[in-house]
């Protein structure tokens, strides 16, 4: 496998991931107006609405990867959409008890997990099948494409939950996120499948045992993007610079570097990108962190995109790599998680250093946090050499 046939062959597959992540991100902008001004609760409501999704997915995640393992890829990615389009559904149940608000908000909370738990088995299948088409030289491609559909469908999704919003209501997520992963459907099921290879399983620990430190890697590493989601706004506005090219910035240089050095990690090697990548996002983020002009913060933000851009597949090909056979769908499942898990711890940990000790502070501790990183991506290339 491989071959450029093979490869032509992920574009429906990457089209499957960026769906599934469309329509969260047309909710992102939308669910606290909904949730607050619509149905008139609490910012805690709209906080556990807005969990709701992600911790299903961080639950879900090994479970997908099993999945995709045992029935197969293709059968995962197709679950995952039908439960993606399943939370449309509930949004639409919950729009007819609106009267009701806390049973309104209770039917769009089983509609947020559901859409959680579909996400994670089209992620993990696509990449899972994604892995199997592309061959084990093309390991960082298929990583870094995954990443790119997922992102880009959060950037793209926003503006558009956002209009859709404005001039239909919540109406129109509802029907967006029930009928868009049919239309992914109806491309996906006439996919060819790959049976899955029949090996004896190992256990979930005993895949987390062989990826825990490319998983750990990846991380650290998300600090950097945990403190520019979060508080790099809050950075720019803090010194009176104009806040939104420090996003434009960040994410044009992050989606560039997928396009152009997408596959450098496999030609180069998992590690040694990891290795400069996470050296290159820990100087941005230091720049952001003492930058006493725009300009030079606007480096740092590119610093850190770049960076950012070529961890995942980076250390992705360790994880790959460690995973007992035949379970690459597990092995990613478990590594996805450790970015799940990360996200959720590094907001409210870099919030705390910023009440304590200033929004600068929270750039210093996210340089930290990523170029620790750089010890576990110079283990695994000590332990590449030595093999």
Known sequence: MGDPGSMS?????MGAIFVAFLVTGIAMPVLPLHVHEGLGLSTVVVGLVAACQFIAALVSRPLAGKHA????????????????SSAGLLYFLSLQVTSLPVMSVAILLIGRALLGVGESFVITGAQA???????????????????????????????????LYSHLGFTAIAFTTTLVPIAALLVVVRLRQIAPVVRTRSGLAKVVRAI?????????????????TAFVSLLFAARGW??????????????????????????????????ICVLVESAGQALLAIAPWAELALVGA???????????????????RRAPAGQQGTAMGAYTAFLDLALAIASPLLGLIASNAGIGAV????????????????SLLRTREEL
Do not use: Q
């Open 363 to 378: 750039f210093l501790a996210s340089a930290i946090l990523v170029l620790s990183a750089a010890t576990i991506a110079a």
């Open 9 to 13: 062959a992920l574009f429906p597959i």
């Open 129 to 163: 099948w994604g892995l199997l088409l592309g061959g084990p030289k093309n390991t960082g491609r298929v990583i870094a494409w995954a990443g790119s559909a997922m992102w880009g469908a959060f950037a793209a999704g926003a503006p558009l939950g956002a209009v």
């Open 69 to 84: 393992d045992t029935r197969g890829a293709k059968h995962a990615v197709i679950l995952g959409l039908v439960l993606a």
């Open 242 to 275: 104009t806040v939104w090219p420090a996003f434009t910035v960040f994410a044009g240089v992050f989606i560039l570097a997928r396009v152009f050095f997408g596959h450098a990690a496999d030609k180069i090697g998992g590690a040694k990108i990891a290795l």
């Open 302 to 320: 590119a610093l850190t995109g770049f960076g950012w851009s070529l961890v995942y597949p980076g250390f992705g090909i360790e994880a790959v």
């Open 212 to 228: 825990w430190l490319p998983g750990l890697g990846l991380a650290l590493s998300c600090a950097g993007f945990g403190a520019m």
